[in-house]
Every structure is written in structure tokens, then in C-alpha cells.
């Protein structure tokens, strides 16, 4: 089945940093979709790809849908606290309508 | 984004009883809804997909007589724990996606926290 590798597992920052996360996959996708989820909450969708190569922003978030539809990254840019949580990243396949989800990335930043 | 409704947010039971968790789309219709569960610290792990009028489509290893799926209308499913023991302690998340023309984005409820004594 596919599989989604995403890294980092965690990472641990000063508030003001830059963060980059990403995800790579064992097979095509035609859609990539970011996710942020906190503390028992479900997950909210923070952006969406559908084109090889599209690069699209929300705020300070920039996603990018990687040239080979087998990788896709998002970075944060000038973190704050309120960005902790899980970012979770989740593909979908030609014919297939499921979501596959990465184990995604715990956020944690320090004030 | 659309608004997923779940209900209820945490629940505690005693063991061998039932609990129904509810589902709603609250400001589109929802051809297809998916229930997942998540374990501490672990990604979201699909159960099952559900289509408006149909059987849901069960994962491999998940009992359908225990989780029992009813998807009645465009805009509500429910999950039904059967015969609830301690192991079906988890987070389950809905989600639901609308027409084609939505681009098929899955917007997902804030989860119910399901604690069996």
C-alpha cells in the first residue's frame, strides 16, 4: 500500500524561527494536504495542493506540491506559540479515494 | 472551510454497553464520511468509509458488527461502539467530503475521547 514518510517526528523552536517539514511518498499522488491538529481536537485543514509543482500560501504557511507528485513540504514561517501542535500531512491517489496520512510532526515553540 | 460536527466530545462508559457518536456536515452535504481512530501520540488510522444510502467499506481488521456504521442522509452518519470493552478506548474522528466540485476535501469533526471502565 502507499506510504508516507514525514519528517521531522518533533522539533522544538524559538519563537521568530522559520520551520520546514515535509513528506515524502512511495507512490503518486494527485492531491497533497496539510493539517494542523491540537490537543484533543481533530485535525484542521491548513492547505490544499492539487498541480505538480503548485506552491500556495495561507498567512505564514507556504506548501508546496512537489515536481515528481511523490513529495510535498511546508514551511511556517516566524513562529509564534500558537502554532504548537501536530501538522499532519495526507495524500491522495489517482483512483483511490482515500487519505493516506503521514505520522506527522509535533511542533513545539518556546516563547 | 466546512463545519463538521461531532457529537459527543467525550464519552464514558461502562463496559459491555453501547455508545453512538453522531456526525454532521453542517453546511454542505456529505456524499462520502470517514470514521477514523487515533491512539495517543499516533496518526489517524481509517475504519471505515461510508456513502449516503450504502453499506459502509470496512478496513481490514476492523470488526463491522462492532463498529457499527450508519450513514442515513447527506448530511449525518453515526458510529456505533457495540459491546464497548476497555481496548475501544481511543479518539474517533469523522470526517466528511463533499461533491466532486468541492475538490474533494475531507474536513474533519474535533473528535470524540471514548473511555470504557
Redesign the interface.
Known amino acids: 500500500g502507499q506510504q508516507l514518510n514525514q519528517s521531522p517526528q518533533s522539533m522544538f523552536i524559538q519563537e521568530g524561527e522559520d520551520v520546514s517539514m515535509n513528506c515524502t511518498s512511495s507512490s503518486i499522488f494527485n492531491t497533497w494536504l496539510w493539517y494542523k491538529q491540537e490537543p484533543g481536537e481533530g485535525p484542521v485543514l491548513l492547505i490544499a495542493l492539487y498541480k505538480a509543482g503548485e506552491l500556495t500560501s495561507n498567512g505564514r504557511l507556504t506548501a508546496q506540491f512537489g515536481i515528481t507528485r511523490k513529495d510535498s513540504f511546508l514551511n511556517i514561517s516566524a513562529s509564534i506559540p500558537s502554532d504548537v501542535g501536530i501538522y499532519f500531512c495526507a495524500g491522495r491517489g489517482g483512483s483511490n479515494y482515500k487519505l493516506t496520512f503521514g505520522k506527522g510532526t509535533l511542533l513545539t515553540v518556546n516563547p | 472551510?466546512a463545519v463538521?460536527s461531532?457529537h459527543p466530545s467525550w464519552v464514558i462508559c461502562k463496559s459491555g454497553t453501547s455508545v453512538k457518536i453522531e456526525c454532521r456536515s453542517l453546511d454542505f452535504q456529505a456524499t462520502?464520511m470517514?470514521w477514523y481512530r487515533q491512539f495517543p501520540k499516533?496518526?489517524?488510522m481509517?475504519m471505515a468509509?461510508s456513502n449516503e444510502g450504502s453499506k459502509a467499506t470496512y478496513e481490514q481488521g476492523v470488526e463491522k458488527d462492532k463498529f457499527l456504521i450508519n450513514h442515513a442522509s447527506l448530511t449525518l452518519s453515526t458510529l456505533t461502539v457495540t459491546s464497548a470493552h476497555p481496548e475501544d478506548s481511543s479518539?474517533y474522528?469523522c470526517?466528511a467530503r463533499g461533491a466532486a466540485s468541492a475538490?474533494?476535501?475531507?474536513?474533519?469533526?474535533?473528535?470524540t475521547?471514548l473511555s470504557v471502565l
Open positions: 472551510g463538521v461531532q462520502t470517514f499516533q496518526s489517524l481509517l468509509t479518539f474522528i470526517s475538490k474533494n476535501i475531507q474536513y474533519f469533526g474535533a473528535g475521547r
